[in-house]
């Protein structure tokens, strides 16, 4: 315990900055939102040669680091969400863009944490991640896994093609390979004495947001809940298996829970646009058809009335 203690006190800010996995930014939460910390991951993010040069080129403060078109909606999305009464943990979620030193336009998303500090006051905890290059890891990573869940059922599916196993898209499995795969997977969940479920989320009026904002701007909505799907669901099995439609088969309890935080999270990408997630859930029995629960769960969820249904 007192190793652990000492190693922790040689932990320093500037090794912190220096060495954390992401991008933290840290800034006040009030008129002025003073920028108090940035981690080194937020300079490289900004192409910025230091954190004095970032906090030169930025003003010194988070309303000038957004894309000024961007910052009102912004900010009244992150206090319209610490005002949510079932918001626990005072958190936040918001994409935005930002402009680097060198002229690039990035759009990056933001999670967020609000915090009262007895010494220095209340305060903004911001961990940024670039889109773009967000995408290009998860890209990576789910060629990775697609191939590694391929060569499982291989002697089951020499013919099927590895691409047919993942979603173009968004880099989830796709429909062919939750029918592939599905029934083994939780069969493994039933084998570590855990309790499978099916959820079944469907993106309500994605037609008109692509009317509204291009195809390109829907592709970039749905790439981004099926991230959030990801960050929700993790050790679970996600596919796309409609335009509009992503089936999850996972092993998680508090599913209530996960299922508001993560349609919130939907919801304030975008303050103007009408999206909204129905999900409709299902217990897994021990005798099952995949077919059979993927149905009931599709059922449970067009069951619900959405608000474009009132």
């Known amino acids: 315990m007192q190793n652990t203690q000492n190693m922790q006190n040689k932990i320093t800010i500037e090794k912190l900055a220096a060495n954390l996995p992401g991008t933290l930014l840290v800034y006040k939460a009030d008129?002025?939102?003073?920028?108090?910390?940035?981690?080194?991951?937020?300079?490289?993010?900004f192409e910025c040669e230091s954190a004095d040069d970032f906090l030169k080129f930025t003003g010194g403060?988070?309303?000038t680091l957004v894309y000024p078109?961007?910052?009102?909606?912004?900010?009244?999305?992150?206090?319209?969400?610490?005002?949510?009464?079932?918001?626990?943990?005072?958190?936040?979620?918001?994409?935005?863009?930002?402009?680097?030193?060198?002229g690039k336009i990035k759009t990056v998303e933001d999670w967020g944490r609000f915090v009262h500090d007895p010494e220095l006051g209340d305060l903004y905890y911001v961990y940024l991640n670039d889109i773009a290059e967000g995408e290009r890891l998860s890209r990576i990573a789910s060629t990775k896994t697609s191939k590694k869940l391929h060569a499982k059922?291989?002697?089951?599916?020499?013919?099927?093609?590895?691409?047919?196993?993942?979603?173009?898209?968004?880099?989830?499995?796709?429909?062919?390979?939750?029918?592939?795969?599905?029934?083994?997977?939780?069969?493994?969940?039933?084998?570590?004495?855990?309790?499978?479920?099916?959820?079944?989320?469907?993106?309500?009026?994605?037609l008109s947001y692509d009317e509204a904002y291009g195809l390109e701007g829907g592709n970039r909505m749905m790439k981004s809940?099926?991230?959030i799907l990801q960050d929700t669901f993790t050790n679970s099995l996600i596919?796309?298996?409609?335009?509009?439609?992503?089936v999850v088969i996972t092993s998680k309890e508090d599913l209530p829970e996960r299922i508001s935080k993560m349609t919130a999270r939907v919801s304030s990408m975008r303050k103007d646009a009408n999206v909204e997630i129905k999900a409709g859930t299902c217990r897994i029995p021990k005798k099952?058809?995949?077919?059979?629960?993927?149905?009931?769960?599709?059922?449970?969820?067009?069951?619900?009335?959405s608000d474009y249904q009132k």
């Open 239 to 246: 596919a796309r298996t409609e335009n509009d439609r992503f």
């Open 61 to 63: 403060s988070f309303l």
């Open 225 to 227: 809940i099926a991230r």
């Open 153 to 206: 059922d291989s002697k089951n599916n020499a013919q099927v093609p590895n691409a047919e196993m993942t979603d173009k898209l968004t880099g989830l499995a796709s429909e062919h390979a939750l029918r592939t795969l599905g029934e083994s997977f939780i069969a493994r969940i039933f084998d570590i004495g855990m309790q499978p479920s099916i959820v079944h989320f469907h993106v309500q009026n994605l």
């Open 69 to 102: 078109e961007d910052i009102e909606d912004v900010n009244s999305v992150i206090r319209a969400q610490l005002k949510n009464p079932e918001n626990t943990f005072a958190d936040d979620y918001v994409q935005y863009r930002v402009i680097t030193k060198s």
């Open 31 to 45: 008129e002025s939102e003073e920028i108090i910390f940035v981690s080194d991951g937020v300079v490289n993010l």
């Open 288 to 305: 099952f058809k995949l077919e059979d629960i993927c149905n009931d769960a599709k059922n449970a969820c067009d069951s619900i009335r």
